[in-house]
Nanobody, 115 residues
Framework: QVQLVESGGGLVQPGGSLRLSCAAS????????MRWYRQAPGKQRELVAT???????NYADSVKGRFTISRDNAENTVYLQMNSLKPEDTAVYLCNAIYVVVNYWGKGTLVTVSS
């Protein structure tokens, strides 16, 4: 069983930065594909960024050049560094782990970008 706990969300002004963390329990972290999703009110869940077990990354077009996903396998943690934040980045950000065919989800952390 894997448990994911997100942290680091909050209120930030447009143009600001936040760093989200997702701490994972369990022994499969280093072999799992890790993803950040987000869900804004009234909108569908959106895939934001992916990091594979080998460290390859991929991003949604809407965040390319502004967000960076990284992982620390020694700490069982995945990060999302978010820079140049925009009001449209406001959402609940959820951590996801995929191992074999099983998906694990955290409960999310709220990011609000507003002046």
């Amino acid at each position: 069983q894997v448990q994911l706990v997100e942290s680091g969300g909050g209120l930030v002004q447009p143009g600001g930065s936040l760093r989200l963390s997702c701490a994972a329990s369990g022994s499969i972290f280093s072999r799992a594909v890790m993803r950040w999703y987000r869900q804004a009110p009234g909108k569908q869940r959106e895939l934001v960024a992916t990091v594979t077990s080998g460290g390859d990354t991929n991003y949604a077009d809407s965040v390319k050049g502004r967000f960076t996903i990284s992982r620390d396998n020694a700490e069982n943690t995945v990060y999302l560094q978010m820079n140049s934040l925009k009001p449209e980045d406001t959402a609940v950000y959820l951590c996801n782990a995929i191992y074999v065919v099983v998906n694990y989800w955290g409960k999310g952390t709220l990011v609000t970008v507003s002046s």
